[in-house]
């Protein structure tokens, strides 16, 4: 079984950065994706970024496409995401989800059901 901690977050003002970090336990070598989401109360979970346990490809929601960096750790077990030029409408909970023992094809690594694991989410807040 596997567990995701998320940490990091916080308040930042408009323009600026904060960095959310994702460390999972247990049996991490299960591990074959992992994606942020962020979801505001009455709304969709929605995607943010993924990248998988081995390889250097990574994908973005298109509303965080050029501002957020996601990465991974060498230990593949941990991963950070960079969040620059922060806006108002980024302010969420930010989840970090994992995939274990199967692959999620490339078209499906936005679909929040394809993550069996989840972290108790993050708060990050940019004022308007």
């Known amino acids: 079984q596997v567990h995701v901690v998320e940490s990091g977050g916080g308040l930042a003002q408009a323009g600026g950065s904060l960095r959310l970090s994702c460390v999972a336990s247990g049996r991490t070598d299960s591990i074959t994706s992992m994606a942020w989401f962020r979801q505001v109360t009455g709304k969709e979970r929605e995607f943010v970024a993924a990248i998988r346990s081995h390889g250097t490809n990574t994908w973005y929601g298109s509303s965080v496409r050029g501002r957020f960096i996601v990465s991974r750790n060498n230990d593949r077990s941990s991963w950070l995401l960079q969040m620059n030029d922060l806006q108002p409408e980024d302010s969420a909970i930010y989840y970090c989800?994992?995939?274990?023992?199967?692959?999620?094809?490339?078209?499906?690594?936005?679909?929040?059901?394809?993550?069996?694991?989840w972290g108790q989410g993050a708060q990050v807040t940019v004022p308007s």
């Open positions: 989800a994992v995939k274990t023992n199967t692959r999620v094809i490339q078209s499906a690594l936005g679909d929040r059901n394809q993550y069996d694991t």
